[in-house]
């Protein structure tokens, strides 16, 4: 016998309009088949929420999606990377008519972003041995201040 496919939790939760956690509250609770694939659970749901499910999947191919999304955190990521390509775009341009340490300075004043003649120091050479990718950040964990510790 053919098996029905497994789909993604949070397809079956964009489908059902509830949260991913009560997807998989109702497939422990409901005993339906799932298997991990990476690290990502998927289920196979009831008959009548996997036609919804066969039917939003079916919709996203052919709109050309595939099943692949960029989320919110990425896209800020890209953005910034933009920002900062434009910056050494400007720099490339000032460093044609006055001199680099000044142009470094007026560059990082005139970005809006927060900006350093540092910080475009590093852009570039990270642009220059990684390409647009360099731009990127490379950070992990929790970054940026920290709150302050609560005195006994």
Do not use: Y
């Not at 009548?48 to 990521?77: D, P």
């Not at 000044?102 to 972003?113: E, G, H, I, S």
Request: glycine share 6%; net charge positive.
């Amino acid at each position: 016998m053919n098996q029905p496919p497994f789909f993604k939790a949070s397809l079956i939760a964009q489908v059902a309009n509830v949260h991913m956690r009560t997807i998989k509250r109702h497939a422990a609770k409901q005993g339906w088949q799932c298997q991990l694939r990476g690290n990502t659970w998927e289920f196979i749901p009831p008959a009548a929420l996997r036609a919804k499910c066969l039917a939003a999947s079916s919709e996203a191919k052919t709109a050309g999606l595939n099943g692949f999304s960029i989320g919110a955190s990425k896209r800020a990521e890209i953005f910034r990377a933009n920002l900062r390509f434009a910056a050494l775009a400007a720099l490339d341009t000032a460093t044609k008519t006055e001199p680099f340490e000044r142009a470094l300075v007026r560059v990082a004043r005139d970005f809006t972003f927060r900006a350093s003649p540092s910080s475009l120091r590093e852009w570039q050479k990270n642009f220059a041995k990684h390409g647009f990718e360099g731009l990127l950040e490379k950070k992990r964990g929790n970054v940026g201040r920290k709150p302050k510790a609560k005195s006994l």
